[in-house]
């Protein structure tokens, strides 16, 4: 039996799924779940591999709808908003709900461009000192620009791998979301880049609604408030982050953090 998935908050619900199905052709990767999601707290994504945590990532911001074959059920709310509707912008909707992927994926343009290229498209920004105000507070937020201040116009694909997801996280940033979705940001990173992104996410918590996924259970201990345990597509059990890892109520959950499998 599913648990009840409500964790309690001082703010109101930023995001909100209810019984939500994806089908992949005939396959079905998630079944019945239902989430809720604040601004006060990082959440964390964890199962084992293929368990859909990147699936039900994906239907948050509707990325879902670039993979042919794919079909969401259920509903997905933001700020109480069905994000399902025909009627839906969904480029406006990914401008609000932002995704950071795996794998640092800056355009081939310059840092600059990698920033401004959003704020220009949507329409937000009047005039170069606006837009060059806009890069550097992205660029700031995003814990980058004291190390490109002086090389705004070299190319973004020129940063480290660590710089590069910054630089994604500023990109996100710069066209003023309320939520961030991460995909196993730091998986393709060094040490030292993965804290960097984890005392970022600290950073940014409470002024952007975060979820990241995960394979790393100690990083979601460090980054999270909650964390939503995902197994064969099913959401096994959503709680606070520090009683999950010590006292879940789930054996499934037991098990995986336990390392009895994944
Ligand atoms: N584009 C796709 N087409 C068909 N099936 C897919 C597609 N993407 C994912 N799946 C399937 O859906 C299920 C869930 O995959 P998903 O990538 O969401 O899991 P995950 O928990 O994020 O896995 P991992 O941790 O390995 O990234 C898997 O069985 C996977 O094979």
Not at 18 to 40: E, H, L, T
Not at 137 to 144: C, D, I, K, P, W
């Amino acid at each position: 039996m599913i648990e009840d998935h409500s964790v309690k908050s001082d703010r109101p619900t930023k995001m909100s799924a209810r019984n939500v199905n994806v089908f992949y052709g005939q396959k079905q990767a998630i079944s019945g779940v239902s989430i809720d999601v604040d601004m006060d707290n990082v959440v964390a994504f964890i199962g084992p591999s293929g368990c859909g945590k990147s699936t039900f990532l994906r239907t948050l911001n509707r990325m879902n709808d670039t993979i042919p074959g794919a079909r969401v059920e259920g509903q997905i709310t933001l700020d109480g908003t069905d994000i399902y509707t025909p009627d839906m912008d969904v480029v406006q909707l990914r401008a609000r709900v932002g995704m950071v992927f795996q794998k640092p994926n800056p355009f081939p343009k310059s840092i600059y461009e990698n920033v401004a290229y959003g704020p220009r498209i949507h329409g937000l920004v009047d005039g170069k000192a606006d837009l060059d105000a806009i890069v550097e507070q992205s660029l700031r937020r995003a814990g980058l620009w004291d190390e490109v201040k002086d090389r705004l116009n070299e190319s973004g694909t020129a940063l480290s791998g660590g710089q590069q997801q910054r630089l994604c996280i500023a990109r996100a940033i710069a066209v003023d979301p309320e939520v961030i979705l991460m995909d196993e940001p730091c998986s393709a990173l060094d040490p030292i880049a993965t804290a960097k992104i984890e005392e970022l996410i600290h950073e940014l918590r409470g002024r952007y609604a975060i979820v990241i996924v995960t394979h790393n259970m100690q990083q979601a201990a460090r980054v999270s408030q909650h964390t939503a345990f995902f197994h064969l597509g099913q959401l096994v059990e959503y709680g606070v982050t520090s009683e999950i890892f010590t006292n879940p109520r789930e054996v499934r959950t037991k098990d995986y953090i336990t390392g009895r499998y994944g």
